[in-house]
C-alpha cells in the first residue's frame, strides 16, 4: 500500500514535518549524493508562493546535513520566464541563502538521454539528475493552468535545462499530450521521496496566481501518485479526472485510487477552493502565453565578432556540442541548441546574446 503523510507545519517549524516524513519514509542517503528539488519557477519572493518557501528548503537541507551524506546538492532548472537565470531566481526567492553552501547551477551540464521518440527522440537532462544517488522532490501545493495542478510529478519538469520545457510544450500540442510528457519526465529518474509545501497553497489559475490558501500543511510520500492524487482530493478534485495521473498509473508508477493509499494524518477537502479548468483552457486560451512559449523555442546564441577572442570556452562547455569554431566564430546548430544559455554565461567576453 502506498503512503502519504500529512502533517501540520508552518514555516518557523518546519523542520518538525521534516523530521517526521524522515521518520515514516527512511531514506538512506549516509555516504550519497543527495539532490533536493525545490520548485522554483521564476524569480520571485517567497511571500508570493510561487516558489517553494525557503523555510522548508532550509528544513530539509540541514535534517539531510545531519544524516551524513557525501556530498549535498540544492538547484533546479526555473521556468520560461527565468531561464538561464538560476543564480537571480535562487537569489530573489531567498533559496540561495537556504540552500547553504548547497546551491549549484544544475542547468550548466547535462546529459542526453532517450525520450518518446512520439515527442522527441531524445531530451537532455540535467547532470546533477541523472548522476544524484537520491534525490529529493521539494513541490509547492499548486495550481496549474494547464495540468490543473503542479505536484510531485510535474515537479520532475523541472530536470530538464533551459527552452526544452517549451519546447516539448510545443511538440505536445495539447493538454492531453502534455499531461502525457510530463509523466514521461517524470519517469527518466523518479525522486526517491516528495516533501510538499503545503503551508501556504496556491488557488485559481497558477502555476503564478495572485491568488494564496493558508493551508498549514506539509505533506510527503515517497510515491508521486499516491502524493499528487491526496492533493488533488484536497483541491477538490477527483484525481481520476487528471490525465497525467491516469497515465501515470498505466505505465505501473503507483495508483490514483485513494483506497490504495495509507494517509497518516487527516485527509480533508479545503473548503472552496479554486482550480483553473480541467481542459487546461487556463493557459491554452492565454495567447500572450502561447507566443512566449513559442519565442524562447526559437532563441539561438549568436556571437558578437567585434567582442569574441576565439578562445572556444563557449563550444568547451556546450554539452550537447551545438557549437562548432567556424571562421573563428562560433556557430549554433539550431537543431541541436537546447537554449540551456550556459554559452552565454560562460563566455568570459560576454559576446553571447540570444537572438
Ligand atoms: S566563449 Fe565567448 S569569446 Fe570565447 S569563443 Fe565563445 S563567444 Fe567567443
Ligand atoms: S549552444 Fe549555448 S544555448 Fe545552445 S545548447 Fe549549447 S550552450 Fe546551450
Keep these: 500500500m502506498f503512503q502519504v503523510m500529512i ?14 516524513a524522515f521518520e515514516i519514509f527512511p531514506t538512506d542517503v549516509r555516504d550519497k549524493t543527495v539532490l533536493i528539488k525545490p520548485n522554483v519557477l521564476r524569480g ?18 540541514e535534517k539531510v546535513e545531519t544524516m551524513k551524506p557525501a556530498s549535498i546538492t540544492v538547484g533546479d532548472n526555473p521556468g520560461i520566464f527565468s531561464y538561464g537565470a538560476n543564480e537571480a531566481s535562487f537569489q530573489q526567492t531567498g533559496l540561495m541563502e537556504a540552500s547553504g553552501r548547497h546551491y549549484q547551477n544544475i542547468g550548466d551540464e547535462s546529459i542526453r538521454v532517450d525520450f518518446n521518440p512520439d515527442f522527441i527522440s531524445t531530451v537532455s537532462v540535467s547532470r546533477a539528475v541523472m548522476e544524484a544517488d537520491v534525490i529529493i522532490s521539494l513541490p509547492k501545493f499548486k495550481t496549474h493552468g494547464l495540468t490543473v495542478m ?19 510544450h510545443k511538440i505536445a500540442g495539447n493538454p492531453r499530450r502534455f499531461h502525457e510528457v510530463i509523466v514521461d519526465v517524470f519517469e527518466i529518474r523518479q525522486p526517491d521521496l516528495f516533501i510538499v509545501d503545503a503551508v501556504v497553497g496556491m488557488e485559481g489559475n497558477g502555476p503564478a496566481s495572485p ?8 505533506l510527503a510520500s515517497d510515491n508521486a501518485v499516491a502524493l499528487d492524487s491526496v492533493i488533488a482530493f484536497m483541491m477538490g478534485c477527483d484525481p481520476a479526472k487528471l490525465g497525467f495521473l491516469r497515465r501515470a498509473q498505466q505505465k505501473g508508477l503507483g ?73 573563428g566564430l562560433p556557430q549554433v546548430d539550431a537543431d ?19 537572438t
Design 7 to 20: 502533517e501540520p507545519g508552518t514555516y518557523e517549524d518546519a523542520r518538525r514535518a521534516v523530521d517526521r
Design 44 to 61: 520571485s519572493e517567497a511571500d508570493e508562493g510561487i516558489v517553494t518557501h525557503p523555510a522548508v528548503v532550509r528544513a530539509v537541507v
Design 150 to 168: 503542479t505536484g510531485a510529478i510535474k515537479n520532475s519538469y523541472g530536470f530538464l535545462p533551459g527552452a526544452q520545457k517549451a519546447k516539448l
Design 211 to 218: 491568488h494564496l490558501r493558508d493551508i498549514g500543511l506539509i
Design 255 to 327: 495508483e490514483y485510487d485513494l483506497d490504495k493509499t495509507k494517509v497518516a494524518g487527516e485527509l480533508r477537502r479545503i473548503p472552496d477552493f479554486t482550480l483553473p479548468p480541467l481542459g487546461g483552457e487556463a493557459i491554452l486560451g492565454n495567447k500572450a502565453l502561447q507566443e512566449m512559449i513559442h519565442s524562447r523555442t526559437l532563441l539561438r546564441p549568436r556571437a558578437d565578432p567585434e567582442l569574441c577572442t576565439g578562445c572556444e570556452t563557449c563550444v568547451d562547455h556546450c554539452t550537447v556540442s551545438a557549437l562548432s569554431m567556424i571562421g
Design 336 to 354: 541541436t541548441c537546447i537554449t540551456c544559455f550556459c554559452c552565454q554565461e560562460m563566455c568570459p567576453e560576454k559576446a553571447i546574446t540570444l
